[in-house]
């Protein structure tokens, strides 16, 4: 993408409560950036519930409705139905989630406002594990990785859940990877989403400093090295059937990615080639989605 | 205009004249039937409301919440298990002060299954902070919906209204019901305090720290409290429009009666006739019928209940190693009056069994018999008496 123009308008103030570094702070401040003002945003338990200031404070520009952590897809349906019936039919909903909320405890409710195609964006901020009460393994925690709930010498001992496809699975009609490393890919994702009709998902890779025990600095990087390593491929996928992947980025092997984080210092070399070998032929599964003949980005 | 509707539809009839605009539920027996005339109605647009057919209970309380937030009216209706759900939801309504209303129908709680009615799912709610309207008939169920979202409203708390299965949401009666156009005098349509609007940024729910979060609670303490007297008001401006009142509670054939049933509920019916054939044969005996748990109508039942000799209470519920939930509540606001009422608390009718007006002619018989309760908590046709707990 060139000339690509990244809106001046700040919807997000910096006087926040993020940890240094955060991924997600980030990830908030690019996502309103693309949406605008006509939002409103659910927020279930996360570490957004924090970040956002203490009453009366808050650090974004457009309504917040806290809820209860298993219940984003539910409440931003119902906040959509009461703004439609209101007659406003024009601002979003952004349900704006933690991976535990999305994967985990929010699945239920998320399934059903898919299933439903309620017309709403889900955007989870996938920080890989329980980070606001003090870094805990969830089911979005990838294998190999050290967290409070899976110590030294059990680390994570299943892969990460396929969020993407069990999105897929629902027909929704819109879903999408994003990294702050691609801020112009991300905005386009989003203004695209806020355009179309029904539940769209987006998957955004938000790094953690304090859970992965990474340097601060280094969140942008370790964004960029997750998608060149792939195992965070930057996709869409229209209506859950087509595919749209990414490939004109530089590779990189996961150990590029790996090494820099604390989280995964006790792999051995048989582990980082174990992980390696599954994304490999991950990334050859998703080229089989997308076909022989299939869109190039 | 007057219907055979039973319970059930009666709630969905006055959900139409109450100009909902978003609904929100999930299917549990006994409490389907509102749903289904509700979802007829979206779909013939007798009715112009968003009908979320959402996938628990659980989602069906935080749907209705957000609709609330984004400033729509909004209902749902469950049931028992439907009910313990919801739980968490129901303590958020609350503190986010949104006025949803629901209906619950009483029915017992698992395991085992069971699908008839008592009062166990709705009572463990107490503490939530939602108001709780028991209803004797179909009647009163509908306009109980209309008095719910104007009290609901006026104070910015949830209400729940509460229905026995079966004898109620199955059983058909003539119901005077109306529209909506008639039910906009009484009900205007909702004009929320605040609600999620993009041209007013705010933050709902924000973490709030010791120093502020204690008064908030205070707060909604004084708007539960201040909630009888909406109620009683809600109750006297619905009877000038539609020449029906119940008050917070009913005083039946009290004046000079020696002992006072009190009940809520379906078994309230029953207890009618036994009083009416006691009294036939000069027995000096009345019904208190308990409308309200929360708040809780305390004056009301001092001024009603300290003029008595002797108080049973029918229980259709069990806290477990106490007595009956109503009991309890009604021993805590006789307190203030510094006077011994004899107190006989009576378990009857848990899990769908029949309270017969034989089994209130029993209970009227043993609270006779004696003049100070030998028991703690008397069980009714406890099948092997053993079982029923003695006074230690």
Redesign the interface.
């Known amino acids: 993408m060139t000339n690509f123009h990244i809106p001046e308008a700040e919807l997000m103030s910096s006087g926040h409560l993020a940890c240094q570094g955060c991924g997600g702070a980030n990830a908030m401040r690019f996502a309103l950036k693309a949406l605008g003002e006509k939002t409103v945003m659910v927020m279930p338990a996360c570490c957004w519930a924090v970040i956002n200031g203490p009453f009366p404070h808050t650090a974004v520009t457009v309504p917040v409705f806290q809820t209860a952590f298993e219940t984003a897809g539910s409440a931003a349906s119902g906040i959509r139905a009461g703004l439609d019936m209101r007659g406003d039919t024009e601002t979003t909903v952004l349900a704006w989630a933690g991976d535990g909320g999305t994967f985990d405890i929010g699945l239920q409710a998320l399934s059903g406002a898919a299933e439903r195609n309620e017309n709403i964006i889900y955007a989870c901020y996938d920080n890989e594990a329980y980070m606001n009460t003090g870094i805990q393994r969830s089911s979005a925690t990838p294998v190999g990785a050290w967290t409070t709930t899976t110590p030294h010498p059990h680390p994570k001992s299943h892969p990460k859940k396929r969020i993407l496809e069990i999105m897929a699975a629902h027909g929704v009609p819109y879903i999408a990877t994003a990294t702050i490393a691609y801020p112009d890919d991300m905005i386009a994702k989003f203004r695209k989403a806020k355009e179309m009709v029904g539940t769209k998902f987006i998957h955004v890779f938000a790094p953690c400093p304090t859970g992965w025990k990474s340097p601060p600095e280094m969140t942008i990087e370790l964004s960029r090295l997750a998608v060149q390593s792939r195992l965070f491929p930057l996709l869409e996928v229209f209506d859950g059937r087509r595919y749209v992947v990414q490939k004109d980025i530089p590779h990189k092997p996961v150990s590029a990615y790996l090494e820099k984080q604390g989280r995964f210092r006790k792999l051995t070399e048989e582990q980082i080639a174990g992980i390696q070998k599954d994304v490999d032929s991950y990334w050859e599964s998703l080229l089989e989605r997308e076909g022989p003949g299939g869109p190039s980005s | 205009m007057k219907k055979v509707l039973e319970g059930n539809h009666a709630i969905s009839w006055g959900v139409q004249a109450s100009d909902v605009?978003?609904i929100?539920a999930y299917p549990i027996t006994p409490q389907t039937q509102i749903v289904e005339l509700l979802s007829e109605m979206c779909a013939s647009g007798a009715l112009p409301?968003?009908y979320?057919?959402?996938?628990?209970e659980?989602?069906?309380m935080?749907?209705?919440?957000?609709?609330?937030?984004?400033?729509?009216r909004?209902f749902t209706a469950t049931s028992s298990h439907g009910l313990l759900l919801m739980h968490?939801?129901l303590h958020?309504a609350v503190g986010a002060r949104m006025p949803v209303v629901m209906a619950n129908v009483n029915r017992a709680v698992g395991p085992p299954w069971n699908i008839w009615t008592d009062q166990n799912d709705s009572l463990s709610q107490r503490d939530t902070g939602w108001l709780q309207i028991y209803c004797e008939s179909n009647q009163e169920v509908f306009d109980t919906t209309l008095h719910a979202y104007r009290i609901a409203e006026e104070v910015v708390l949830p209400v729940m209204l509460v229905l026995d299965a079966f004898f109620l949401s199955h059983t058909s009666e003539v119901v005077d019901v109306f529209r909506v156009e008639e039910g906009r005098e009484y009900l205007p349509p909702f004009k929320p305090v605040d609600?999620?609007?993009?041209t007013?940024?705010?933050?709902?729910?924000?973490?709030?720290?010791p120093d502020?979060y204690y008064e908030l609670r205070y707060k909604i303490d004084q708007d539960m409290r201040r909630a009888l007297d909406v109620a009683r008001q809600a109750d006297e401006d619905f009877y000038r429009l539609y020449g029906r009142r119940y008050g917070l509670v009913e005083e039946y054939r009290t004046e000079d009666a020696d002992t006072v049933l009190v009940t809520s509920g379906t078994v309230t019916s029953t207890a009618r006739v036994v009083i009416d054939a006691r009294r036939e044969r000069g027995e000096r005996i009345g019904l208190l019928k308990m409308r309200m748990l929360r708040p809780f109508p305390e004056e009301d039942v001092r001024r009603v209940l300290g003029r008595a000799q002797k108080i049973a209470v029918i229980d259709r519920n069990i806290g477990f190693s106490v007595g009956g939930i109503w009991a309890q509540e009604i021993k805590a606001a006789l307190w203030p009056l510094r006077r011994h009422i004899p107190l006989f608390n009576f378990i009857a009718g848990i899990g769908g069994r029949d309270v017969t007006p034989g089994v209130i002619e029993e209970i009227v018989d043993i609270a006779g018999a004696v003049d100070q309760p030998e028991r703690d908590v008397y069980w009714i046709g406890v099948k092997d008496d053993e079982l029923s707990y003695t006074r230690s």
Do not use: C, Q
């Open positions: 605009k978003v929100a409301a968003r979320i057919k959402v996938e628990s659980h989602s069906a935080a749907a209705v919440i957000g609709a609330a937030a984004a400033g729509a909004s968490e939801m958020w609600f999620l609007d993009p007013r940024p705010k933050a709902f729910g924000n973490l709030t720290a502020l």
